[in-house]
């Protein structure tokens, strides 16, 4: 009997483009894509990343501070706030336009600008290592450095970025609010970039310099949402082993141990398919009937039908 699902949604990069007119266009392929699912009765929740934004907001931020001495160096908590929002403003927008089309004349779509906390003695605040932002010479590098604290490291050849720690995510902070929206069968979007990362001083949630992987952040959020799926939309259709290589094998599904397997061979890449993976494992390991699914964002509703995609069960 066909059953429809709680599915959190990650997306990745390809759903939002890297520009403001690229975002605009693709969010309305995104939002296409969604709205199958939703079409189909499954209450779908909505994490995006938000690599290229908010490297651009960044720069921006930065830009303006070298312009105006009493304009102070903007935290990295703060762009990732702002690129929530005007993430989450463009894609609310845009499945609201293609509800309509399709009849949901009343289907409340909302952002919540969502903080993540992190653990201040996570060991990735002691070895910085996602780059953000723009190419700058050895000169820019270290005024950087002296100027704003920043840790920068030499990018192959190519100049120097600034690099911050990636932790993982502990708890979301706005939960309770998610889960009430959601209950509501409101369409949620949160969690965007992986959350802004905050620690906890005391009474006080601390912004923190760090970027939170997306799809770590959208395990953490399907767990506490009781989903039953978490689906991670990705640049490829199925996951594959031996990648690139003549025995490429690409698998329509493995169980968690099979997938430690694979990655106690290294044939994920860290930083690409490897915390998609993981993400995916976290989940399916989690509870009984609890799937995790790795495919194309336009494959979606196909995957949910076993049509296609890499399915993570136990």
């Known amino acids: 009997m066909y059953k429809r699902k709680r599915i959190v949604i990650a997306l990745g990069g390809n759903a939002l483009g890297n520009t403001l007119p690229e975002q605009m266009k693709a969010v309305k392929t995104t939002a296409k894509a969604l709205c199958d699912l939703i079409e189909e009765g499954h209450q779908v929740v909505v994490v995006h990343g938000n690599g290229p934004q908010v490297g651009m907001i960044n720069n921006a931020m930065a830009a303006l501070s070298r312009e105006d001495e009493n304009q102070p160096n903007t935290p990295l908590s703060v762009c990732v706030a702002m690129s929530q929002a005007y993430i989450g403003y463009d894609l609310q927008n845009a499945l609201r336009e293609e509800l309509r089309k399709r009849g949901f ?105 760090a970027v939170i992987d997306k799809d770590f952040a959208s395990c953490l959020l399907a767990k506490e949402l009781d989903a039953d799926m978490l689906i991670i939309l990705t640049a490829v259709e199925k996951v594959a082993v031996n990648f690139g290589k003549e025995d490429e094998k690409w698998l329509d599904e493995m169980t968690v141990d099979e997938a430690q397997k694979y990655v106690e061979e290294g044939q994920f890449a860290p930083g690409s398919m490897l915390p998609k993976v993981q993400a995916a494992m976290d989940f399916a390991a989690s509870g009984e009937g609890r799937t995790a699914m790795i495919t194309l964002l336009e494959k979606a509703k196909d995957g949910i039908l076993g049509k296609t995609g890499t399915k993570i069960h136990i």
Do not use: W
């Not at 030499?154 to 998610?178: F, N, T, W």
């Open 105 to 209: 004349m009343r289907t409340p779509v909302v952002t919540v600008v969502t903080q993540v906390r992190v653990d201040e003695n996570d060991p990735a605040f002691q070895n910085p290592s996602k780059p953000i932002g723009h190419f700058m010479t050895k000169e820019q590098a270290d005024h950087a450095e002296k100027a704003y604290g920043y840790v920068m490291k030499e990018d192959a050849g190519r100049g120097y970025r600034r690099v911050v720690a990636s932790p993982k995510p502990v708890e979301i902070v706005e939960q309770d609010a998610i889960n009430s929206l959601v209950d509501a069968n409101k369409i949620v979007i949160c969690c965007g970039g992986g959350g802004i990362p905050v620690t906890l001083q005391g009474d006080h949630l601390k912004g923190a310099s």
